[in-house]
């Protein structure tokens, strides 16, 4: 077991270190320190919880009072305590790992996520010979209706297993790598956590029944990287329930992750298989400094791109296999959650190209209240559906959120400069032609 297990380690990069990154930190990192930005609830108690959702309610009514097609934006962090999601991600991520350590045992290290399929037979036999699963009991997991029949699983063949943990025979094992020995997956969560789990899922699903209601669509705000594998699962979850026909849902990418492009390809080829609509809102991301604070303090490998342009690169690619999905099936819409002037220009000439028209209602645009109006108002004149994005809470709070926008906007003091210089020309030709109110 230790050698098979220490030659995966090594082609897989350390994966060690890499899971430190989903472990339960009591430093600044896993609050807000040093960060100016979305605030994080950090509380002891469930009623919190559900004050939260109301507030979330009262939110949708009013996003549904305000606008036609409006959305509502939420936080998972204010719906679930954010320890039970530091957890609850570790275990997805250890889930995951496993799949890709089985992947490098078949020679298929460093593939691209959906490249990659296990032949079912190698799979049983190392299943068998690390003692998780004989190939009698193997062999039904690889048989449900939900699996591949191509004698090949792939990582969303592997994740349903982990769903349907519950109608196993036996728990999920996975080896330790530090003991060598196995042990249950899912060994960290305790009946309390269970608990919180139904909860969270509960208050998601009150919260799509009343967008639905209302005409109102519901976004996920992505979160700091420990935080994100379980927020994206339970959205995910939610999107298959409530996506069926429209898209209600939409799950939030940040693009400056190094794997934002697998996380966007992954669930995209789950809502093929399964039929529901992909809603999502592209950003390019809002914890840099804390993302990289706390992995050099806790020892793994930053999750964010190296520079400014990398992250442009990923968000273009992920921005495009949508646009190409919405021409394909129309099964996809997105919300271009960005004051880039440049990434405007690529998606309107990228529509263009794919006959994506403006009245699809498939592709929107939004920007903050107050940022970027030179952005926004010509996308609204032009017939794009365009939405200002509306903070609120305690000034204390929403201010350093501002803040935080401005400064990792490269370049927005020049565009407030030509905001301002718009504003200016427009007062001057007004004057001049005799309209100054019209």
């Known amino acids: 077991l230790s050698s098979r297990t220490s030659a995966a380690e090594k082609e897989m990069g350390g994966e060690e270190k890499w ?7 009591q430093g600044p990192g896993d609050h807000h320190g040093k960060v100016t930005s979305a605030h994080n609830y950090f509380y002891a108690d469930e009623a919190k919880c559900d004050q939260h959702m109301e507030t979330f309610l009262h939110c949708i009514d009013a996003s549904s009072g305000s606008s036609e097609d409006g959305f509502s934006a939420i936080k998972l962090t204010a719906l679930a305590r ?54 009698a009991e193997s062999q039904q ?23 349907s943990h ?35 899922l509960q208050r998601l699903d009150v919260l799509a029944k009343r967008a639905m209601e209302k005409g109102v669509r519901l976004m996920v705000d992505a979160e700091q990287s420990y935080f994100q594998p379980a927020i994206s699962h ?25 794997e934002a492009y697998n996380n966007v390809t992954g669930d995209m080829e789950l809502s ?32 964010i791109h190296p520079t400014y342009e990398k992250t442009n690169e990923m968000y273009h690619r992920c921005l495009d296999y949508v646009l190409e999905e919405i021409t394909h099936s129309r099964k996809a819409s997105v919300m271009v959650a960005t004051h880039n002037e440049d990434t405007v220009k690529f998606t309107l000439h990228r529509m263009m190209e794919l006959g ?25 004149q032009a017939g794009f559906p365009v939405y200002k994005y509306v903070p609120y809470g305690p000034v204390n709070e929403v201010l350093p959120y501002l803040s935080r926008r401005a400064q990792e906007n490269r370049g927005f003091m020049q565009r407030a400069n030509r905001e301002r210089d718009l504003l200016w020309k427009e007062v001057k030709r007004r004057l001049l032609t005799g309209n100054l109110f019209s």
């Open 166 to 200: 519950t109608k196993l025979s036996r728990p999920l094992l996975i080896p330790n790598r530090m003991t060598g020995q196995l042990e249950p997956l899912l060994s960290r969560f305790s009946e309390e956590e269970e608990m919180q789990m139904k909860r969270v």
């Open 19 to 25: 899971e430190k990154q989903y472990q339960a930190h």
């Open 356 to 380: 994506i028209h403006p009245s699809d209602k498939k592709v929107c645009f939004g920007q903050l209240l107050g940022m970027c109006d030179q952005i926004t108002f010509p996308l609204g």
């Open 82 to 135: 954010p320890q039970f999601l530091v957890r609850f991600s570790e275990v997805l991520v250890k889930w995951r790992r496993f799949f890709h350590q089985m992947a490098a045992e078949q020679g298929q290290a460093g593939w691209a996520v959906l490249d990659t399929k296990l032949e079912v037979e190698k799979l049983q036999e190392a299943l068998a010979n690390l003692g998780i699963a004989s190939k």
């Open 234 to 258: 339970l959205t995910v979850e939610t999107q298959r329930r409530f996506n069926r026909n429209q898209p209600i849902i939409y799950n939030t990418y940040q693009c400056y992750l190094k």
């Open 272 to 303: 093929r298989r399964e039929g529901w609509h992909f809603g999502t809102k592209l950003v390019r991301g809002a914890y840099m400094e804390q993302e990289r604070e706390r992995a050099a303090q806790m020892g793994y490998e930053d999750p």
């Open 141 to 163: 997991w690889f048989t449900g209706e939900n699996l591949s029949t191509s004698g090949t699983v792939d990582l969303l063949d592997w994740n349903s297993l982990f769903n």
